[in-house]
T-cell receptor, first 116, second 110 residues
Framework: KAGVTQTPRYLIKTRGQQVTLSCSPI?????VSWYQQTPGQGLQFLFE???????NKGNFPGRFSGRQFSNSRSEMNVSTLELGDSALYLC???????????????FGAGSRLTVL | QKEVEQNSGPLSVPEGAIASLNCTYS??????FFWYRQYSGKSPELIMS????GDKEDGRFTAQLNKASQYVSLLIRDSQPSDSATYLC??????????FGTGTRLTVIP
């Protein structure tokens, strides 16, 4: 059974540009969550999508957005990149919506974004 | 105050010793608690989950939960060099948000 697949694995952008990251969840999983990981702040929740609907959102500016497609694949977009957006962006999938109770997140390998 | 606090370490223990990792959280309504392990350059992987007060054992790992004191701990018995990693504590709050600590880096010395 394939795991969570994230593309691209590494990318370099310059300030002001935008970036789109992709995540394919484990087959059958309908919940996709996105996290930002930096050395100083650790893992911070961005948003969760379930059945193409955003179910929960973290405390990030509107430059960070996402969507989910009917096949559960998800994309996140960051517009007007800033130096502080340099981070590892992790996607995690789950079979159930996060708020439904005890469920488990399985993480992808991440997309490492460097903003110059 | 952060929702989840961990000592960033590094924590160094000799091979074969017990490694003790601690985590405190601020939301008394939290019900679900998780420990993830993250090797350098890799993604986090779940190693333990605990929902009730007390101890939960899985092989060499024991998770301990004390809701009254709002702390969670992870004990690793017979520590191996392969256990060297960053351990992330995660707490699902009463509002169903999942917060991670910044992680404790563990080094097991052969």
């Amino acid at each position: 059974k394939a795991g969570v697949t994230q593309t691209p694995r590494y990318l370099i952008k310059t300030r002001g540009q935008q970036v789109t990251l992709s995540c394919s969840p484990i087959s059958g999983h309908r919940s996709v969550s996105w996290y930002q990981q930096t050395p100083g702040q650790g893992l911070q929740f961005l948003f969760e999508y379930f059945s193409e609907t955003q179910r929960n959102k973290g405390n990030f500016p509107g430059r960070f957005s996402g969507r989910q497609f009917s096949n559960s694949r998800s994309e996140m977009n960051v517009s007007t990149l800033e130096l502080g957006d340099s981070a590892l962006y992790l996607c995690a999938s789950s079979s159930r919506v996060w708020a439904s109770g005890a469920n488990v997140l399985t993480f992808g390998a991440g997309s490492r974004l460097t903003v110059l | 105050q952060k929702e989840v606090e961990q000592n960033s370490g590094p924590l160094s223990v000799p091979e074969g010793a017990i490694a003790s990792l601690n985590c405190t959280y601020s939301d008394r309504g939290s019900q679900s608690f998780f420990w993830y392990r993250q090797y350098s350059g890799k993604s986090p992987e779940l190693i333990m989950s605990i929902y009730s007060n007390g101890d939960k054992e899985d092989g060499r790992f024991t998770a301990q939960l004390n809701k009254a004191s709002q702390y969670v701990s992870l004990l690793i018995r017979d520590s191996q060099p392969s256990d060297s990693a960053t351990y992330l504590c995660a707490v699902k709050t009463g509002a169903n948000n999942l917060f991670f600590g910044t992680g404790t880096r563990l080094t097991v010395i052969p």
